[in-house]
DNA sequence: TTGTACGCGTTATCAA
DNA sequence: TTGATAACGCGTACAA
């Protein structure tokens, strides 16, 4: 079975090759195949023919953990925290990071922190301790030392989606307030005045703010909110579903749903779904719905709908944008900023069904606040 | 403006702290303070209480890379290459990779392909130069030098939901072929005689599978397949779409489709639902539906539908196992299994609407060929 | 143009 | 129990 000196699979590399191997390889000294591999100004043709032969005979690579190591040079890494990667949100927040991060040439260590604080934490002092060079996080909410500059080493840190009281740093957040205001302000008008609230916890940033934008639009109006038709606290579809289906089984069921972000809205509708199956009635006739955040087969929902949108890659872009200014390192004392991105609202009503094309313009998102 | 000399942000690190700036602050040698921040068992209390101060008063963090320099000493990284963060399908399989990876204390660095083998290559090159221990990669398919041992220096390689010619590792993938296979015969069997196929590209390896099986079901039961009715190479939601757009468009419409995956199939349900406004009919009274994985929102297709399921995030926890597996390195030499992840079936008709609650039970995924 | 010496931050080894 | 030394892979500074 053993079958020892396999020189058929010689090329198979035991151990890593590092720049001496290739050194030796070329019988030349370590320092001349460095300058080759930076694409060395001083060195002869024949050197460099060489040393690249070598580097190819021997599949060698740097060690860009070693090179970090030397003063002056980085590590080219940069860590992101999302709270949620089942939300396709933060999946397109992340392609869009990605997308600008790897156009500067680096790489993205990720983690998830399922919402939790401490798991934020560790992981934004692991990513410390392997010297990223910058951070993008979407805060959890509840404490936050850790995230206070001495905790990680000066690294430079900018938020995503949501912002965290008393960490100054900047951020790319979403008009949440203003973008639940006015479509909760649409439902008013239409003359609903039990309009049910489902959402994110109290203690998330989005979640609190599109609550607020919902809370003010009802005060504008002169129309009281009502506390049996609010539930917040949902995360996932499924307890969002549940949420509703509570919220449909009252004595006095609302008139409309306003899901404060995609998760609460695709739950809500599965148990306006489900109950209109049960009662075998339709109730999407019955329940005016508005989402904040868009979501896939949008059009299928067969009621009136509202949708609060935004770029999420864009979101995701800026905030990469943001750190990468940081990374350059010029005015390192700048005042921080946030970047509020401005939402639309899009609606379709099912009187409308008939209309064909014509899709929905796609806007740029852009705007800036101190 | 410039103030210098800011004394209230005196904590604020000009430069990151080091082992000896630790020892300095404590009074004592750097090995000491390496040996407490091992959990060292051979200091005294007196010299651990000093040195957890002077970490505390730094806020001292170890330096993994320096540490990974260390001859024995593992990086605690593990690059992960998906082709499209975008498909809410592989932000499951990340999410599954990163739940095992993360209680064993690895790191992901994370790179999106976008379906292209020569971005999966630099990602990966980069990823060995950063040292990772592992990779766990989907495969864009299409040439695969990059992936071979050499290339990698050996690094441990995972394929995760699709598998590449002519590279030997371990893998784990779905039951492609049957589960396509299966779901196409239960179209003929109700009699459809002109089904539709929209997938993914010819080269992508899942797209190649379900379309065998489309194929074999079709074989099978003695249907030829209609190529006019055959459309491969649709990515995303918006190409699957106008692929769709065009099937019904023909003379002869197809009187079911096949979605090879949830892109296609959401992309198909678009056109559909589209269509049937446009010419004011309703279009999924006519066309059956089958889709390859699941998306948001199914209950809302008006029409008869049936899944072919499988757990995605089962598919990267296991992928995460058996490179795990590999990483602690007893017996290197075993062969390379592929793990090949069951599906099921579930079909919703219409007629049954009616039927309320009971959720489709959830079923753990397991099987293991050779 | 090429090579030598040294140091980046850490820890295994050995000596005290 | 504690500390000095050396080495991990690489690149700057300087010498040849």
Redesign the interface.
């Known amino acids: 079975m053993a079958e020892p000196g396999n020189e058929e699979r010689a090329?198979?590399?035991?151990t890593?090759?590092t720049i001496s191997d290739v050194a030796r390889h070329a019988g030349v000294s370590p320092m001349t195949v460095s300058r080759v591999l930076s694409g060395g100004q001083h060195v002869s043709a024949t050197m460099r023919r060489k040393v690249e032969t070598s580097v190819r005979a021997l599949?060698y690579?740097?060690?860009?953990?070693?090179r970090?190591?030397r003063p002056g040079h980085r590590?080219g890494?940069v860590g992101?925290v999302v709270t949620n990667?089942?939300n396709?949100y933060y999946?397109?927040v992340?392609?869009g990071i990605?997308e600008i991060l790897?156009e500067a040439n680096r790489?993205?260590?990720?983690?998830?922190s399922h919402e939790d604080p401490e798991e934020e934490a560790r992981l934004i002092?692991?990513?410390?301790?392997?010297?990223t060079e910058g951070l993008i996080v979407v805060p959890a909410g509840g404490p936050s030392e850790h995230l206070r500059?001495?905790?990680r080493?000066?690294v430079p840190l900018v938020f995503a989606s949501r912002r965290q009281d008393g960490v100054d740093v900047d951020a790319v957040i979403v008009d949440d307030v203003r973008g639940a205001e006015r479509v909760t302000a649409l439902l008013l008008e239409e003359g609903h005045r039990r309009i049910a609230f489902v959402g994110n916890a109290v203690s998330v940033f989005t979640g609190q703010r599109r609550y607020e934008g919902f809370e003010r639009a009802h005060a504008a109006a002169g129309v009281p909110v009502l506390p049996e038709l609010v539930r917040r606290g949902q995360q996932d579809?499924h307890s969002a579903e549940t949420a509703a289906r509570e919220l449909l089984a009252l004595d006095e069921p609302p008139t409309a749903i306003f899901g404060a972000n995609n998760r609460n809205m695709?739950g809500a509708?599965?148990a306006l779904?489900?109950a209109s199956?049960?009662r075998?009635t339709d109730l999407f006739a019955r329940v005016r719905l508005a989402s904040f955040d868009t979501?896939?087969?949008e059009?299928?929902?067969?009621g009136d709908l509202s949708v609060v949108t935004h770029d999420a890659r864009e979101l995701g872009r800026t905030a990469a944008e943001l750190l990468l200014v940081r990374l350059q390192g010029k005015r390192p004392d700048r005042p921080t900023r946030t970047i509020e991105l401005p939402t639309s609202i899009r609606t379709r009503r099912r009187s409308e069904?008939?209309?064909?094309?014509t899709e929905p313009a796609q806007e740029p998102a852009q705007a800036a606040s101190p």
Chains 1, 2 share one sequence.
């Open positions: 090329k198979e590399p035991r890593v090759p599949g690579r740097r060690n860009e953990n070693a970090s190591l590590s890494l992101v990667l089942a396709p999946a397109e992340l392609e990605g790897s790489r993205v260590v990720f983690g998830t002092a692991d990513f410390v301790g392997r010297q500059p001495e905790q080493h000066g579809i695709v509708i599965k779904h489900a199956a049960a075998g979501f896939d087969l059009e299928l929902v067969p069904e008939r209309l064909p094309g």
